[in-house]
C-alpha cells in the first residue's frame, strides 16, 4: 500500500525545466509566474535611459586642485580672456554710485519679499563665496568697505551684452566685480525671515583672482604668513582691517588736537650726519656722490627744537624712526612716533597735555576709559585711561624697593655711584649686560621694581641728569632733571622732559655720552655741533615730548605684538624665496618685449649701467675713468 501511495505522489509531479527538479503544479506555476515579471523588469530596465552620475560644477571640481594647480589653470583661462576680450578681464572702469555700508542702512527695513526694482545700485566688492541652484540661479556673497551683502542673480532678471551664463562661468572666490541691480529682501521657503539682497542685472568681473583663497571655514590664521601677506590677511580677517582703521583714527585725533592748539606740523631730515636725539644705535647707510657714511635718524628732536629757536614756538611730528636694535614682540626696527615742542612750556605743563591727549584718544576709538589688554602669557590688564594719573619718584621708590640709600644726585655720575649699583645689582639679583654704565645699571633697577607695578597710566619722574643728556637740571633737587616717562602695562608710552636751552650745560652732557660711548654703549649720543651752535642763538624755555604710536596701538587694540598693529613689519627673508612658483605671465608663455621709442644709443648705455663696472674719481672735475670688467650686449630683433 505504501509503495502505492508514493507512486501515485510521483505521478502528480511536473518536471521544471529551468532547475530540472519535479514539483508540484501549483509550485511549477508559481515559479513561472516569478520568473516572467522578472523578466518584463529586465527588459523595463533595458529599455530605460541609462542613469549617469550628477556632474560637479566647476568650482567643486577645482576645490580638489592643489593651489599650484588651481593657479596654472586659472592664468590660462584669464588668458584666453585677455585675447577674446569676451569679456575683457581687466576693463578701466566701473562706476560705483552706491557705498555698501549706506546700502545696509538704508534698505534694512525692507519687509520679506518686498523689491525696489526702479532704484539702481551699482556697488564693486570681492567675492568671498558663490552658491549655484540650477542653472538659472546664482548667490555670491559680496565683501567691500569692511561689510558683506548678498547678491541673487536670476536668469530673467539679467541685462547687458554678455549671457546670463557666460557673465557667471568665469567668475570664482576671490574675484573682484562690478554689481549693477535693485535693493530687495528675499523670500525663502524655509524661514519667515528673508536676507536683504542687491538683486543683480548685471555682473562685471572687473579683476580676477588667480589664487585659491582660504575657505571662510578654515580662514587664513597661520602667524607668519599674516604678516609676510598682509593683503591676504585683510581679504581674510576683519580684525586685522579694524586694527588699521583704529590706528588711522587715532593718527587722526592726535592731528586735530594739536592743529587746535595752533602747533605747526613739520617735517625733519631721515638722514643725519649724526645720530641724535635719542640713545639709540642707528642704522649707517651711505651717500654716494659725497661719499659719506650718514645715519638713519633715531628722533627728530634736534631738528625740531632748532624750530623752536627759529620762531616756530610750537611744532610737531609724526614720522618714522629708525633703530638699529632687538626685534621683539615691542620693537621693530623703524617703528612712528609723535614729538611735540612747545615754547614757554614746561614739564609739568605737559604732563597736564599727555592726559589730555592720551585719554582723549582711548575715549575718541573706545567711547570710553576702560580697556583690557592681554599679556604673552595670558595676564589680563583692566586698565583705566582717565585722568589724572598716578606720579612715582624715580629714587625713593627704588630705596623703598631695594631697602638701600642712593648716593646723592650729584654724585650718581661717579665711579664710587657705579661700584654701589654693581653691588646692588648683585644683591637683588638683577642682570645688567655690558656696559655696565651707571645708565644703563639705573634704568635695568627702574625697569624690575617700579616699571613692574605700572599697570594704569603712570609717570616716573625725578631722573638723573646723566640719564637725560637734553633734559634740564631739576630746579629743586641737585643731579636730577625734570623729565617723566608715562607707562602702561609696564610699557613705556611718553617720554618728556623741559628742555636744556643752556648751551654751556649741553656740551657738558654730551661730553658725558661720549664717554659712555668709549665705555663701550654704542646706544651714547655724539656731540652735534649744529644743534650747539643753534643753543647758543637761544632756546626759550621749552617743554619736549614724544609717544610712541604703535605701542599705544597696542593696548587700545588688545594685541601684544607689534607685529599685529604695523601693515608691514619687519620679516627675516624667506628660504627659497620665489624660486619654487612661476609668474603667471611664465605660466602663460609671455615673454617681455622691448618698449617702443627706446634709441639704440640709450640701450647701449644702458648695457654699460648692467655691466660689472668700477667707477674712479681722477679729482674734482667732471672726469671720470671707467673700467668695465665684463661688457655686456643687448640685442634689437
Same mark, same amino acid.
Given at each position: ?5 508514493? +507512486? ?15 514539483? /508540484? ?46 593657479? +596654472? ?44 526694482? !526702479? ?20 548667490? @555670491? ?17 539679467a541685462i547687458g551684452d554678455i549671457p546670463f551664463e557666460q ?25 519667515? #525671515?528673508? #536676507? ?48 588699521? &582703521? ?13 592743529? #587746535? ?12 650726519? &649724526? ?49 638699529? $636694535? ?17 615754547? @614757554?612750556?614746561?614739564? @609739568?605743563?605737559?604732563? !597736564? ?24 602669557t595670558g595676564e589680563v590688564c583692566n586698565v583705566n585711561w $582717565? ?14 624697593? *631695594? ?7 650729584? $654724585? ?19 642682570? *645688567? ?16 621694581? &617700579?616699571?613692574?607695578? *605700572? ?15 637734553l633734559a634740564k637740571y631739576h630746579r629743586d633737587c641737585p ?42 654703549? !654704542? ?5 652735534? #655741533? ?80 648692467? *655691466? ?14 671707467? &673700467? ?8 634689437? /630683433?
Amino acid at each position: 500500500m505504501a509503495e502505492q501511495a508514493s +507512486a501515485d505522489q510521483l505521478s502528480n509531479l511536473h518536471l521544471d525545466e529551468v532547475t530540472g527538479e519535479k514539483v /508540484s503544479k501549483s509550485e511549477l506555476k508559481k515559479r513561472q509566474k516569478q520568473r516572467q515579471a522578472e523578466e518584463k523588469k529586465r527588459e523595463k530596465a533595458a529599455a530605460a535611459p541609462s542613469k549617469t552620475e550628477k556632474q560637479q560644477s566647476a568650482e567643486e571640481e577645482e576645490s580638489n586642485l592643489t593651489p599650484n594647480q588651481y593657479y +596654472a589653470i586659472r592664468c590660462k583661462k584669464i588668458q584666453k580672456l585677455r585675447q577674446s576680450k569676451s569679456p575683457n578681464p581687466y576693463p578701466h572702469k566701473f562706476r560705483v554710485t552706491t557705498d555698501l555700508r549706506d546700502f545696509l542702512r538704508e534698505y534694512s527695513s525692507l519687509k520679506t519679499g518686498e523689491h525696489l526694482k !526702479d532704484v539702481e545700485v551699482r556697488i564693486g566688492g570681492r567675492i568671498y563665496t558663490k552658491r549655484s541652484s540650477g542653472t538659472k540661479l546664482r548667490f @555670491y556673497d559680496i565683501r567691500a568697505e569692511g561689510v558683506k551683502v548678498q547678491v541673487m542673480c536670476q536668469l530673467q532678471e539679467a541685462i547687458g551684452d554678455i549671457p546670463f551664463e557666460q557673465q557667471h562661468e568665469h567668475l570664482r572666490r576671490g574675484d573682484i566685480v562690478g554689481i549693477v541691480g535693485y535693493p530687495g529682501r528675499t523670500s525663502p521657503r524655509n524661514r519667515p #525671515e528673508g #536676507e536683504l539682497s542687491i538683486f543683480a542685472k548685471e555682473v562685471i568681473l572687473l579683476t580676477p583672482c588667480l589664487h585659491q583663497i582660504p575657505s571662510e571655514h578654515y580662514g587664513f590664521k597661520d602667524q607668519e604668513q599674516r604678516y609676510r601677506q598682509r593683503y591676504l590677511d585683510l581679504i581674510m580677517n576683519d580684525n586685522s582691517r579694524n586694527v588699521f &582703521i583704529t590706528r588711522s583714527k587715532m593718527i587722526s585725533y592726535i592731528r586735530r588736537f594739536f592743529d #587746535e592748539k595752533d602747533f605747526v606740523e613739520v617735517e625733519t631730515p631721515m638722514m643725519n650726519a &649724526i645720530a641724535g636725539g635719542a640713545t639709540a644705535k642707528p642704522f649707517i647707510t651711505h651717500h654716494n656722490e659725497l661719499n659719506m657714511n650718514l645715519f638713519m635718524r633715531v628722533a627728530p628732536e634736534l631738528y625740531l627744537k632748532m624750530l623752536i629757536v627759529g620762531g616756530l614756538e610750537r611744532v610737531y611730528e609724526l614720522g618714522r624712526q629708525f633703530r638699529n $636694535e632687538g626685534i621683539d614682540l615691542t620693537h621693530n626696527p623703524e617703528f612712528t612716533t609723535c614729538e611735540f615742542y612747545m615754547a @614757554y612750556a614746561d614739564v @609739568y605743563d605737559i604732563m !597736564d597735555i599727555t592726559e589730555d591727549l592720551v585719554s582723549g584718544v582711548v575715549k575718541h576709538v573706545t567711547g570710553g576709559y576702560q580697556t583690557t589688554f592681554h599679556t604673552q602669557t595670558g595676564e589680563v590688564c583692566n586698565v583705566n585711561w $582717565e585722568k589724572p594719573w598716578k606720579r612715582i619718584e624715580m629714587l625713593p621708590a627704588l630705596e623703598k624697593a *631695594c631697602g638701600e640709600k642712593f648716593p646723592p644726585g650729584e $654724585e650718581l655720575h661717579t665711579e664710587a655711584t657705579n661700584d654701589f649699583l654693581k653691588r646692588l645689582l648683585k644683591k637683588m639679583k638683577v642682570d *645688567c649686560s655690558p656696559p655696565q654704565t651707571n645708565a644703563r645699571m639705573l634704568d635695568k633697577l627702574v625697569g624690575e621694581f &617700579i616699571e613692574e607695578d *605700572c599697570i594704569n597710566p603712570t609717570f616716573i619722574t625725578g631722573h638723573p641728569q646723566m640719564m637725560s643728556p637734553l633734559a634740564k637740571y631739576h630746579r629743586d633737587c641737585p643731579g636730577l632733571c625734570e623729565r617723566f616717562e608715562a607707562f602702561v602695562c609696564k610699557k613705556e608710552i611718553v617720554n618728556a622732559y623741559t628742555e636744556l636751552n643752556d648751551p654751556f650745560d649741553q656740551r657738558l652732557r654730551f661730553e658725558e655720552q661720549a664717554r659712555q660711548k668709549d665705555q663701550g654703549d !654704542d646706544e651714547a649720543q655724539l656731540v652735534d #655741533e649744529n644743534f650747539c651752535t643753534s643753543l647758543e642763538f637761544g632756546l626759550p624755555p621749552t617743554g619736549g615730548w614724544g609717544m610712541g604710536i604703535d605701542r599705544l596701538v597696542m593696548f587700545l587694540t588688545d594685541h601684544y605684538s607689534i607685529k599685529e598693529v604695523l601693515a608691514f613689519p619687519f620679516m627675516k627673508e624667506e628660504v627659497n624665496q620665489g624660486k619654487e612658483r612661476k609668474t603667471a605671465a611664465e605660466v602663460v608663455g609671455i615673454k617681455p618685449e622691448p618698449e617702443e621709442g627706446i634709441r639704440k644709443s640709450t640701450i647701449r648705455t644702458a648695457s654699460l649701467k648692467l *655691466c660689472s663696472q668700477t667707477v674712479q674719481r681722477t679729482n674734482r672735475s667732471s672726469r671720470t675713468k671707467l &673700467i668695465v670688467n665684463a661688457p655686456a650686449t643687448f640685442h634689437m /630683433s
